[in-house]
């Protein structure tokens, strides 16, 4: 079972960046698909999730209108488009395979869990 995000960087505040995670299809078939964040010293926060065909999302609302999550299980990878970028969404990006079909904001629903991509926001 693996789990591989990618696609971080340094990027300025109001820019864009796209991560992806890409996944063994055994984890991603039928699963839902969350992104989380983890900034020095704080606890690791929920980003998004999507469910297994894309058809729900859902949100943190710190990111609501800025982040969208999309899926392309053909190519088993999920991404996360993130624009007008703030300093305080800087953090390392982990994504994770849901136990369900659809993603939760609690990462206690989360089985699997890929290494992360650090994205770093400057002012």
């Known amino acids: 079972v693996q789990l591989q995000a990618s696609g971080g960087g340094l990027v300025q505040a109001g820019g864009s960046l796209k991560i992806s995670c890409v996944a063994s299809?055994?984890?991603?078939?039928?699963?839902?698909v969350g992104w989380f964040r983890q900034a020095p010293g704080k606890e690791r926060e929920f980003v998004a999730a999507?469910?297994?065909?894309?058809?729900?999302?859902i949100y943190a609302d710190s990111v609501k209108g800025r982040f969208a999550i999309s899926r392309d299980n053909a190519k088993s990878t999920v991404y996360l488009q993130m624009n007008s970028l703030k300093p305080e969404d800087t953090a390392v990006y982990y994504c994770?395979?849901?136990?369900?079909?659809?993603?939760?904001?609690?990462?206690?629903?989360?089985?699997?869990w890929g290494r992360g991509t650090q994205v770093t926001v400057s002012s």
């Open positions: 994770a395979a849901a136990r369900s079909a659809y993603g939760s904001r609690n990462l206690n629903d989360y089985n699997y």
């Open positions: 999507i469910s297994w065909n894309g058809g729900a999302t």
């Open positions: 299809k055994r984890t991603f078939t039928n699963s839902g």
